[in-house]
């Protein structure tokens, strides 16, 4: 869920973390079913409270990776999408003209 959290969290300014993210889940996934199947004793019945815990966290990531990407494209500084009343600074087009790069 960690990894998940930080890949969705991190995808608007890091984008290949989706990739990162999947390997790691898919190592941990034939990890955790090695030791469940060879390695640990078999545990008492939990429940649904797991399940439950699990779909409301899995909202709230998505709400959060929204809000996060959102927040990431909106305050990107090399668009003109946003109407700004800020002064922006030109210098190194300047310094591009001058030089011949275009």
């Known amino acids: 869920a960690k990894t ?3 890949s969705l969290f ?3 300014i890091f984008p290949i973390g989706y ?3 999947a390997m790691a889940c898919f190592i941990c996934f ?3 079913k090695f030791c469940i199947l060879r390695l640990f004793r078999q545990k008492p019945p939990a429940g649904d409270r797991l399940v439950r815990v699990t779909r409301t966290f899995t909202a709230i990531v998505i709400i959060v990776h929204v809000v996060i990407t959102a927040h990431f494209y909106y305050g990107w500084p090399f668009d003109g999408l946003c109407k700004t009343s800020d002064m922006l600074n030109t210098d190194g087009q300047n310094i591009a003209d001058q030089i011949g790069i275009k």
Request: net charge negative; hydrophobic share 65%.
């Open 10 to 12: 991190f995808s608007a």
């Open 30 to 32: 034939w990890v955790d």
């Open 4 to 6: 998940v959290l930080m």
């Open 19 to 21: 990739w990162y993210s």
